[in-house]
């Protein structure tokens, strides 16, 4: 077992490029999760997805969009890169079963916008 | 709207002590997770507390739950170096997200 998979881990983006966070998890897991982390502060939730097919925004969506064609990838999206995008981006996945609730976390991408 | 504040958010400690951090929490749950952070990493889950009362132990930390109160406590015992991390606490809220708090950063110096 992987768990969350994320590519790649440090990416260099000039302002206005775009370009995809990958996210893979091989634990059959309905709820999928990306939240962005800026230097010294907490989690922030950008979207979230509780199966293939729906996908909802979090606590700070704009700038960002994703996708969840199947069970196990949810891509981020990130359109006209800014600076204010600069920050690590973690996905993570947790279990549908009532029982077991625990989240897992990738291992983040590190993004600098210039 | 659920909000999770924890407390301190910053302790520097000496080895040896012991310290509490709180995380409180606006709104009814059960449910409620520590995660670890190392610097430059990503989050390990700790502690799953899933009812009133719970107690997890896992080496000089104890995690509790206390559902009435709202609030939730880490205990550290004899900190050692290595227990230097950022902590969250996460609380379930009624819909299919974690709500997490701010982060204790810990430091423990000798």
């Known amino acids: 077992n992987a768990g969350v998979t994320q590519t790649p881990k440090f990416r260099i983006l000039k302002i206005g490029q775009s370009m995809t966070l990958q996210c893979t998890q091989d634990m059959n897991h309905n709820y999928m999760y990306w939240y962005r982390q800026d230097p010294g502060m907490g989690l922030k939730l950008i979207y979230y997805?509780?199966?293939?097919?729906?996908?909802d925004k979090g606590e700070v969506p704009n700038g960002y969009n994703v996708s969840r064609s199947t069970t196990e990838d949810f891509p981020l999206r990130l359109e006209l890169a800014a600076p204010s995008q600069t920050s690590v981006y973690f996905c993570?996945?947790?279990?549908?079963?009532?029982?077991?609730?625990?989240?897992?976390f990738g291992p983040g991408t590190r993004l600098t916008v210039t | 709207e659920l909000k999770v504040e924890q407390n301190p958010l910053f302790l520097s400690m000496q080895e040896g002590k012991n310290y509490t951090i709180y995380c409180n929490y606006s709104t009814t749950s059960d449910r409620l997770y520590w995660y670890r952070q190392d610097p430059g990493k990503s989050l390990e889950s700790l502690f799953v507390l899933l009812s009133n009362g719970a107690v997890k132990q896992e080496g000089r930390l104890m995690a509790s739950l206390d559902t009435k109160a709202r609030l939730s406590t880490l205990h550290i015992t004899a900190a050692v170096h290595d227990l230097s991390a950022t902590y969250f606490c996460?609380?379930?809220?009624?819909?299919?997200?974690?709500?997490f708090g701010t982060g204790t950063r810990l430091q423990v110096f000798p």
């Open positions: 997805s509780v199966g293939a097919g729906i996908t």
């Open positions: 993570a996945s947790r279990a549908q079963d009532r029982g077991h609730y625990e989240q897992y």
């Open positions: 996460a609380v379930d809220g009624s819909t299919d997200k974690l709500i």
